[in-house]
């Protein structure tokens, strides 16, 4: 175990759908990252909190709205997916964004359907 | 893009033998890592290497890089079947933070 976890593991959604994801670190970390990962393609980077506060975001359509009431909590909001939203959803964290040379602690992801 | 590239895409192995995955470059760095993926779970970090070190080992891993050349390459050594996973190589391209990942390279280890 990494010390990073996710719920739900497994979601399955339809368009009209409202659901949440949910990360949480045990690691006393103060940043903390979302990715997206899709068949066939590179990790992608969607947003980062470090110390509660956003300080990335990817480009990301407002269909998902990322949530970070404390450093050990992340959440990703999600409403009226499309089916090509359907991929991996990644949680990270890491000690935090400056000083450099921060590994990043992965949990084990929550594999998300839109239907 | 700064984007990494693994190479191979794929790569079967006897157990026992060595593995060896490159990953290239496009832009400056301050370090690369090496991560494992075991199929549909999370990352797991193995290996940081800095801007300025040529070599790195960590139990049977063995990175190098060469920033002149923009690469870097993960040798695995002795592989067992547990080695089985998708290795991706990361860039921070400068920020320290905000890693770019390849597509990854799947290795697979045949008992």
């Known amino acids: 175990e990494t010390g990073v976890t996710q719920t739900p593991r497994h979601l399955v959604m339809g368009m009209t759908n409202k659901k949440s994801l949910k990360c949480e670190q045990h690691l006393g970390h103060n940043a903390m990252y979302w990715y997206k990962q899709s068949a066939k393609k590179p990790l992608e980077l969607m947003f980062v909190?470090?110390?509660?506060?956003?300080?990335e975001n990817n480009s990301v359509p407002s269909r998902f709205s990322p949530e970070c009431p404390n450093s050990s909590h992340l959440f990703l909001h999600l409403h009226t997916l499309q089916p090509e939203d359907s991929a991996l959803y990644l949680c990270?964290?890491?000690?935090?964004?400056?000083?450099?040379?921060?590994?990043?602690?992965f949990g084990p992801g929550t594999r998300l359907t839109v239907l | 893009s700064q984007q990494g590239e693994e190479d191979p895409q794929a790569l079967s192995i006897q157990e026992g033998e060595n593995a060896t995955m490159n990953c290239s470059y496009k832009?400056?760095?301050?370090?690369l890592q090496w991560y494992r993926q075991n199929s549909g779970r999370g990352l797991v970090h193995l290996i940081l290497?800095?801007?300025?070190?040529r070599e790195k080992h960590s139990g049977r891993l063995r990175v190098t890089l060469d920033t002149s050349k923009k690469s870097s390459s993960l040798l695995i050594t002795a592989s067992r079947a547990a080695d089985t996973a998708s290795y991706f190589c990361a860039t921070d391209g400068g920020s320290n933070y905000k890693l770019t990942f390849g597509k990854g390279t799947l290795l697979t280890v045949n008992p």
């Open positions: 909190y470090n110390f509660k506060e956003q300080t």
């Open positions: 832009t400056s760095i301050n370090n």
């Open positions: 290497i800095r801007s300025n070190e």
């Open positions: 990270a964290s890491s000690q935090d964004t400056g000083g450099g040379y921060n590994e990043q602690f």
